[in-house]
């Protein structure tokens, strides 16, 4: 895999795709988390908040992945693009002056995603080769 300085991590408590962005390709992964169920709907008279446990290597596998990255920018829908940011921001490995973003965002196509992020990334359209 080619080091690329811009990444976008589209998130939300399952799954996180990265899209690393270049002048003229983008390379994507894929991360899922490990849960232990699907969904959980939270019930009248039961015990439990209704919330799906949280895989705790999930923000791990992503911190891994954008290592090398300068530049990251983090959307999805709900809280987890937040708590991604933070753990980043925390985090012990992140390279120094690391330039950090999230933002809303609902369930775009993964060309929505290339382009959110080559318009926040300034990159422009792909050449043609």
Known sequence: MT???H???WIDHRLAKLFYLGL???EQVTIE??????????????????????????????EEV????????IVGPGTEKSLLLK?????PHAPA???LHAS??????DREIIALGRHHFHLGEPTRL
């Not at 809303?104 to 196509?109: F, G, K, T």
């Open 3 to 5: 080091v690329h300085n």
């Open 66 to 73: 954008l290592r090398n990255c300068e530049a990251v920018l």
């Open 33 to 62: 988390a490990h849960l232990t169920t699907e969904h959980l709907h939270h019930k009248a008279n039961s015990i439990g908040s209704g919330h799906v446990e949280h895989d705790p290597s999930f923000f791990r596998r992503i």
């Open 24 to 26: 003229d390709a983008v």
């Open 87 to 91: 753990y980043l921001k925390e985090s």
């Open 97 to 99: 002056g690391r330039d």
């Open 7 to 9: 990444a976008l991590v």
């Open 104 to 109: 809303p965002s609902d369930h775009p196509s």
